[in-house]
């Protein structure tokens, strides 16, 4: 067997990172951005809003997303920096910030869904 | 239209030189010429010592790759008339050595290409008599698009990764290695893996995509690394979930 490399696990992040994101992700922006603000469709009203932010799945859902589009970042702007910059020497410290960036970045979003009423 | 263009090309003669430079060469324009017709024109009518490579003039060989206004390109694919009235910069290969003027020194890649095995790897060859090995058209066509690889190194050229690492596998080699394993007469998947699983494989991969952008073939082999990448991430979850498996 091959040298063990963590890169497997990283990738299969980033790409299924990538599918939530362009799936999902526009589906808000759309709602959110365009169809509500526009008056195309009604938008619901607060206490429908939070009722339906606190149900269990909703968090589960937002959590999911914006966890998996925050770890697809990471890889994508570390592999940036890598070619962009031409700092692949800094490897460990680029990790320690992309990668350790999406995790507080997760927990931050757990610690506000968390606080949803 | 005028009816002459400027050629930019470079030239390194290592027994006389250190760097390469740059030498400006007045060829006839014709419409229908392509840039190795106008190397040819140079070679024949002006200048003999100009040395470069090529063969078939007709996109098979893949012995023509040069550096054309900076874009890698066949030269016999590539037409004076698109870039008219300008002149015309031609180099050598780019992320290659100059072996001299506009021939490159493509050893590195020709050590790599047996390291993937592309060849059909079988565990048992079955007897003649057993008639040949037999595969439908969707069988064909699952790996047909990796067949058409000429191994003109445009993308490795056009790699930035492979520019920095070059240790890196690269991208015609990975498409190559990717063409046998989806052959249904190929048993060699396993022994391919080991080679490109490494961080030199696949994984260097930044997913730059520019090899796909050139390949004069319409290859993919971005397309052909990140379908190995999946199949390398498949096989790396199996190694923790039954790490009895098969190694």
């Not at chain 1, 589009?69 to 800094?90: E, M």
């Not at chain 2, 023509?64 to 009235?85: Q, W």
């Not at chain 2, 060699?188 to 050139?214: P, Y």
């Not at chain 2, 690394?225 to 190694?239: G, H, N, P, T, V």
Request: net charge neutral.
């Amino acid at each position: 067997m091959a040298k063990r490399t963590i890169e497997p696990l990283l990738w299969t992040l980033f790409s299924a990172g990538g599918v939530i994101a362009a799936l999902f992700i526009p589906i808000q922006l759309l709602l959110f951005g365009v169809v509500f603000p526009l008056g195309l469709a009604e938008a619901p009203s607060r206490e429908r809003m939070l009722g339906l932010i606190g149900h269990p799945l909703t968090r589960l859902y937002l959590f999911v997303m914006c966890t998996m589009a925050l770890l697809h970042a990471a890889h994508r702007f570390r592999f940036t920096l890598y070619d962009g910059l031409q700092i692949k020497h800094l490897n460990e410290l680029i990790n320690l910030f992309c990668y350790g960036g999406a995790i507080v970045l997760s927990i931050w979003t757990l610690v506000l869904l968390w606080h949803i009423p | 239209m005028a009816d002459t263009i400027s050629l930019q090309v470079i030239r390194y003669r290592p027994e006389s030189e250190t760097e390469p430079t740059t030498q400006e060469y007045t060829v006839p324009f014709r419409k229908e010429w392509v840039v190795l017709d106008a190397l040819n024109y140079i070679k024949d009518q002006i200048d003999g010592t100009l040395s470069f490579r090529w063969s078939c003039r007709m996109g098979i060989c893949g012995s023509c790759g040069m550096m054309v206004n900076g874009e890698p390109k066949l030269t016999c694919a590539t037409f004076l008339a698109d870039y008219a009235p300008n002149p015309v910069r031609v180099e050598p290969l780019t992320n290659f050595p100059i072996v001299r003027d506009l021939v490159i020194e493509m050893s590195d890649f020709m050590r790599k290409l047996p390291r993937v095995k592309p060849w059909i790897v079988r565990d048992q060859e079955k007897p003649l008599s057993e008639g040949e090995y037999r595969q439908t058209p969707e069988e064909l066509d699952e790996y047909k698009q990796y067949s058409m690889c000429i191994n003109c190194l445009l993308c490795y050229a056009a790699c930035p990764v492979y520019g920095l690492d070059p240790h890196f596998m690269g991208p015609a080699a990975i498409a190559l290695a990717q063409r046998y394993n989806l052959d249904t007469r190929d048993e060699g998947s396993k022994e391919r893996m080991e080679e490109l699983s490494q961080h030199e494989g696949i994984w260097g991969c930044t997913f730059v995509g520019e090899c796909t952008a050139v390949c004069p073939k319409h290859v993919d082999p971005a397309g052909a690394i990140q379908r190995y990448k999946l199949s390398a991430a498949m096989d790396w979850f199996k190694s923790f979930l039954m790490p009895w498996g098969k190694k």
